[in-house]
């Protein structure tokens, strides 16, 4: 089993920065996806970020490509976001979650076995 604990969201002016953390613990997998999804309300959970623990490539949605960045500490099973340039519409809850095998592609939701409780992020204009 794996357990997720996300931190760092809170509220922001547009333009400003926040950093997400997410602390893996219990079993974990060298091959795995650690990924960022995002929920809105009334809107549906949308991919965001991933990271593969094996070789480091990462993965951004269109609509975050070079505003945030994902990173990761193998040595503190930590999983970092860091989100520059905030937007009103990045209002939303924040999600960590584990995709065991790193199988399929890293940005469909089925794929992942694991998730945090979220953390929410609020923007204002």
């Known amino acids: 089993q794996v357990q997720l604990v996300e931190s760092g969201g809170g509220l922001v002016q547009a333009g400003g920065s926040l950093r997400l953390s997410c602390a893996a613990s219990g079993r974990t997998f060298s091959s795995s996806f650690m990924a960022w999804f995002r929920q809105a309300p009334g809107k549906e959970r949308e991919f965001v970020a991933a990271?593969?623990?094996?070789?480091?490539?990462?993965y951004y949605a269109d609509s975050v490509k070079g505003r945030f960045t994902i990173s990761g500490d193998n040595a503190k099973n930590t999983v970092y976001l860091q989100m520059n340039s905030l937007k009103p519409e990045d209002t939303a809850a924040y999600y960590c979650?584990?995709?065991?095998?790193?199988?399929?592609?890293?940005?469909?939701?089925?794929?992942?076995?694991?998730w945090g409780q979220g953390t929410q992020v609020t923007v204002s204009s």
């Open positions: 990271i593969r623990w094996r070789g480091g490539s990462t």
């Open positions: 979650a584990v995709n065991a095998l790193g199988l399929g592609p890293p940005d469909s939701p089925p794929g992942y076995d694991y």
